[in-house]
């Protein structure tokens, strides 16, 4: 099984670009949770699918945040415009019914100068 | 509303002694547990879980955890500690019924001294 893949590994931008972030969770699994961990706040829900569908938004900080499933294999966290604070490292998880364990990418470390 | 707590930000212990990582949890109902180690530039890797029967579940790497209810916790343990044990170890719970996520605790680093 390959895992959870997300990409790029590493995003270095300015201030104000957007930054897209992907995430192909494992086949076979129907939930997708994106997370945020930093130093400061450790680690953070920020959304997460059900079958394709967000089910909970709350953890995304602001506006300027935003999540899309197009489909069982593919998702995306986009900021726009980013700010220096959202630096942080961003983890993309899947997983299959309740009993079994979210499943992490490696994730992609996010560096907005 | 559920949550974990770790209580210790940071556990040293010397290689080859036992080591504990503690962890105690609040949910409404019967919880699912889970642990997870994360190293350096990685991501969250899957250790073991509990959902029912026996309260000592045995995972990877030699670890394992005790279910005890009347406590809410759910320890981690390991006999004999390696220096690559060294990671941050995070606790999560979740709550009967629904594919919901899991709710983390705010991770205890351990370091294991060669």
């Known amino acids: 099984d390959a895992g959870v893949i997300q990409s790029p590994r590493h995003e270095v931008t300015e201030m104000g670009q957007e930054v897209t972030l992907r995430c192909k969770p494992i086949?076979?699994?129907?939930?997708l949770f994106w997370y945020r961990q930093t130093m400061m706040r450790g680690l953070e829900l920020l959304i997460y699918?059900?079958?394709?569908?967000?089910?909970?938004d709350s953890g995304m900080p602001e506006d300027r945040f935003s999540a899309k499933m197009p489909n069982a294999s593919f998702s995306t966290l986009k900021i726009q415009p980013s700010e220096p604070r959202d630096s942080a490292v961003y983890f993309c998880?899947?997983?299959?019914?309740?009993?079994?364990?979210?499943?992490f990418g490696d994730g992609t470390r996010l560096s907005i100068l | 509303a559920q949550s974990v707590a770790q209580p210790e930000d940071q556990v040293n212990v010397a290689e080859g002694n036992p080591l504990t990582v503690k962890c105690t949890y609040s949910?409404?109902?019967?919880?699912?547990l889970f642990w997870y180690v994360q190293y350096p530039n990685r991501g969250l890797q899957f250790l073991l879980k509990?959902?029912?029967?026996?309260?000592l579940v045995k995972g990877s790497y030699g670890f394992e955890a005790e279910f005890n209810k009347s406590q809410t916790s759910f320890h981690l343990k390991k006999p004999s500690a390696l220096v690559s044990d060294s990671a941050l170890y995070f606790c999560?719970?979740?709550?009967?019924?629904?594919?919901?996520?899991?709710?983390f605790g705010k991770g205890t680093r351990l370091s294991v001294i060669a």
């Open positions: 949910v409404s109902g019967n919880p699912y």
């Open positions: 999560a719970v979740r709550d009967r019924g629904g594919n919901t996520p899991l709710v």
């Open positions: 699918f059900n079958n394709n569908v967000p089910i909970d």
């Open positions: 998880a899947s997983s299959y019914g309740e009993i079994q364990p979210q499943h």
């Open positions: 086949s076979g699994h129907n939930s």
């Open positions: 509990y959902i029912t029967g026996d309260n």
